[in-house]
């Protein structure tokens, strides 16, 4: 599945409900999503980091779309196949 097309699945499964709820209530969603995400990747939560990578994406896209932003589009222009600062691939930057 590429990137636009779960996008889409998102859009088709619910974005009516994104909508509705908006950008502000969305992002709030993401951001606990986030939240656990930490918890299962520290093994605690009642769901697997599967589970939650797959809600954090999930979540991601939903608010691409209430935010009208085409994520793939997004990416591609951001990370164009290569490291955007040193503009190698592998990225060559020094070790932050
Ligand atoms: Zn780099």
Redesign the pocket.
Known sequence: MRIAEAQQLMRQLYGPRDAARGQEQTFLWLIEEVGELSQALRGKGEHTKEEEFADVLAWLLSLANVAGVDLERALLAKYPM???????N????PPA
């Open positions: 290569r490291c955007p600062r040193c503009g190698a592998p990225c060559a930057c």
